[in-house]
């Protein structure tokens, strides 16, 4: 049997690149879909193809940035297919800007659809869900959320929603419906639009090329790679998989930790600025963390104390 026969699912930002990806994988394996994207004509298009290939699809396009919207889009799925299943919080947008050139139109416009976009579909998805006692959600951040020069819009918007996936994950544990996060990483027409902007700044000497380097490393990844990272947490073979984050580079699939408390734990009767100033350059002066996203094994940590 197909993994997701019998399930329905909406698919944000769905008209091209990672969502397209998704949204085929998972009428492969035998889901109903709602495809939803800002952009309506290649969503549409995209809907008659798989409906003309005897897929179960339907277009709900808008921009899930407000509420209203995402409450009727998570609508559309229970009423074409009688009830959801299955929601990925794919949709999204980010700018490559420095600090001296950040704007409050796209800062606001990545918080928006990034972040509230996500929690609006989730909550209106998530209402649905917990009666039932089934489903789930799959919310898309990045390795950003740990910091990321040159994208502290994206990079805050990101963080929200890893905080999202964990306290929807507790809430809605008990009645059985699971909440996880994926970073996927896939050369996109974000990714193409992107590489212009850092090699300006390249050009101008403010970044390194590491940055060039990174996207190259990124040319051979599609976005139908992440696909089977998707139909797995939407499928039953996921039962047991909620609050977690996953982060996929290609070749290798990780799993994220949470942020957490570091030992030693120091105390004092009185904390003055002195010892906190001998706190840090005593004890904890090798376990402050790098920045950026750091990739560690907490055995590891574990092992050291």
Same mark, same amino acid.
């Given at each position: 049997?197909?993994?997701?026969?019998?399930?329905?699912?909406?698919?944000?930002?769905? *008209?091209?690149? $990672?969502? =397209?990806?998704? &949204?085929?994988?998972?009428? *492969?394996?035998?889901?109903?879909?709602?495809?939803?994207?800002?952009?309506?004509?290649?969503?549409?298009?995209?809907?008659?193809?798989?409906?003309?290939?005897?897929?179960?699809?339907?277009?709900?396009?808008?921009?899930?940035?407000?509420?209203?919207?995402?409450?009727?889009?998570?609508?559309?799925?229970?009423?074409?297919?009688?009830?959801?299943?299955?929601?990925?919080?794919?949709?999204?947008?980010?700018?490559?800007?420095?600090?001296?050139?950040?704007?409050?139109?796209?800062?606001?416009?990545?918080? =928006?659809?990034?972040?509230?976009?996500?929690?609006?579909?989730?909550?209106?998805?998530?209402?649905?869900?917990?009666?039932?006692?089934?489903?789930?959600?799959?919310?898309?951040?990045?390795?950003?959320?740990?910091?990321?020069? $040159?994208?502290?819009?994206?990079?805050? &918007?990101?963080?929200?929603?890893?905080?999202?996936?964990?306290?929807?994950?507790?809430?809605?544990?008990?009645?059985?419906?699971?909440?996880?996060?994926?970073?996927?990483?896939?050369?996109?027409?974000?990714?193409?639009?992107?590489?212009?902007?850092?090699?300006?700044?390249?050009?101008?000497?403010?970044?390194? &090329?590491?940055?060039?380097?990174?996207?190259?490393?990124?040319?051979?990844?599609?976005?139908?790679?992440?696909?089977?990272?998707?139909?797995? $947490?939407?499928?039953?073979? &996921?039962?047991?998989?909620?609050?977690?984050?996953?982060?996929?580079?290609?070749?290798? $699939?990780?799993?994220?930790?949470?942020?957490?408390?570091?030992?030693?734990?120091?105390? =004092?009767?009185?904390?003055?600025?002195?010892?906190?100033?001998?706190?840090? *350059?005593?004890?904890?002066?090798?376990?402050?963390?790098?920045?950026?996203?750091?990739?560690?094994?907490?055995?590891?940590?574990?092992?050291?104390?």
């Amino acid at each position: 049997m197909a993994r997701l026969e019998g399930k329905s699912i909406v698919v944000t930002g769905a *008209a091209r690149g $990672l969502g =397209e990806a998704y &949204a085929r994988a998972a009428i *492969a394996e035998g889901a109903a879909v709602v495809v939803n994207d800002i952009d309506a004509e290649p969503a549409d298009a995209l809907v008659a193809e798989l409906r003309g290939a005897g897929g179960r699809v339907v277009a709900h396009n808008g921009d899930v940035s407000t509420w209203d919207f995402a409450e009727g889009l998570i609508a559309r799925c229970v009423d074409e297919f009688g009830r959801i299943d299955g929601l990925v919080n794919n949709a999204g947008v980010f700018f490559i800007k420095p600090i001296d050139e950040q704007d409050e139109a796209s800062f606001r416009r990545q918080v =928006e659809v990034n972040l509230l976009g996500q929690a609006w579909c989730g909550i209106h998805a998530l209402r649905r869900m917990m009666p039932q006692g089934s489903g789930s959600i799959v919310n898309t951040f990045s390795g950003a959320h740990a910091g990321s020069a $040159l994208r502290c819009a994206y990079s805050s &918007a990101t963080a929200g929603i890893a905080g999202l996936t964990y306290s929807w994950a507790s809430e809605a544990a008990a009645s059985g419906v699971r909440v996880n996060a994926i970073a996927p990483i896939a050369n996109t027409r974000e990714i193409e639009e992107s590489a212009e902007v850092f090699e300006r700044l390249h050009k101008e000497g403010r970044v390194s &090329a590491a940055f060039t380097k990174l996207r190259e490393s990124m040319l051979g990844l599609t976005p139908a790679m992440n696909a089977p990272m998707v139909v797995f $947490l939407l499928s039953d073979a &996921a039962a047991g998989i909620n609050g977690q984050a996953l982060r996929f580079t290609g070749k290798e $699939l990780m799993l994220l930790s949470r942020p957490a408390v570091r030992s030693p734990v120091q105390r =004092e009767e009185e904390w003055t600025v002195d010892r906190i100033e001998a706190a840090f *350059a005593g004890p904890w002066q090798d376990k402050l963390l790098p920045l950026g996203l750091a990739e560690f094994d907490m055995t590891l940590v574990k092992a050291a104390g």
